[in-house]
């Protein structure tokens, strides 16, 4: 008689997994039905019938992290993730306002932003007090540099026994700093793909992996350049900390902090409580993901 045993999803092609059981094996496996929607980093109740490995049951996840999706608005891509690394280097650039966005990701996701000042080599005053904004609001920050090891020893520290996603624009160094932190990944890559049998459909794959030391990082198509899903500005400004911490003292419970009287946001701004640039981001945001501007 086959009896259930925990594991762990490390890998997702579609309807197809890969379980790391309590032995530290990895193994294929189906879900017992099309009800069960598996996610990487699901912790899952899986057995073995006839020499199959089948998952019956999914653990109560902690977070679910999403992206945009153009045909759903918003698609599941990994679960029990805590930390979103997003990585601002000064070259090719990144405003403060593409910073705001991927912060809000990280907060709408439930999750622990670190901001990572890339290329940590090439000096930049301007950039750097940039990115100094998001340090006096809280947001912890680390310098890293791919090609100086000494640099990513913080950043592995902190990592610990995290799950983590890392994202940033086109160019800043992301898959340089992924390969850096697991020299392994595209090895690992053709070969998970290959035994599933899901080899052509890469684009499907959502992995997850160790890092030495503890930890794990997250690699799926898409990710790195994740974007947010449609929503009205009351969902949005939970995504933005300083603007909602003014939020519960605005007069209406549906304030869309633009103009009705009583606004505490405003108010705020007005204050200077919130900084002109933060508040101009918000309501840019939340102009473009109601449709109201281009994405």
Not at 155 to 175: F, P
Request: net charge neutral; proline share 6%.
């Amino acid at each position: 008689m086959s009896t259930l045993q925990p594991a762990l999803v490390v890998a997702s092609f579609g309807r197809d997994l890969q379980v790391e059981l309590p032995d530290g094996s990895v193994r294929l496996a189906r879900p017992a039905n099309r009800r069960l929607r598996c996610l990487c980093g699901d912790s899952v109740d899986a057995e073995r019938i006839k020499g199959d490995w089948v998952v019956r049951h999914i653990q109560p996840r902690r977070e679910v992290f999403y992206r945009q999706d153009k045909r759903d608005g918003k698609r599941p891509v990994a679960a029990n993730v805590d930390t979103l690394l997003v990585l601002a280097s000064p070259e090719p650039g990144c405003s403060a306002e593409q910073v705001d966005r991927y912060l809000a990701i990280a907060e709408l996701n439930g999750l622990r932003p670190v901001l990572l000042r890339g290329k940590a080599d090439l000096p930049d005053a301007a950039f750097d007090a940039m990115l100094a904004e998001f340090n006096a609001l809280g947001y912890s920050s680390l310098s890293v540099a791919a090609d100086q090891p000494d640099s990513l020893a913080p950043l592995r520290h902190q990592l610990g026994q995290a799950r983590s996603v890392l994202c940033g624009l086109s160019g800043a160094g992301k898959s340089t700093l992924f390969n850096a932190l697991i020299p392994n990944a595209a090895q690992r890559t053709s070969s998970l793909s290959a035994a599933s049998g899901e080899g052509r459909h890469t684009t499907t794959t959502t992995l997850l992996h160790q890092l030495d030391g503890g930890g794990w990082l997250v690699d799926s198509p898409g990710v790195r350049d994740i974007r947010l899903w449609p929503m009205p500005a009351g969902e949005l400004i939970r995504g933005f900390r300083d603007l909602l911490a003014h939020e519960n003292d605005c007069r209406f419970a549906d304030c869309s902090h633009r103009h009705e009287p009583g606004c505490a946001v405003r108010n705020a701004v007005d204050a200077g409580s919130i900084s002109s640039r933060r508040y101009a981001s918000f309501c840019d945001l939340a102009d473009r993901l109601a449709g109201q501007l281009p994405p």
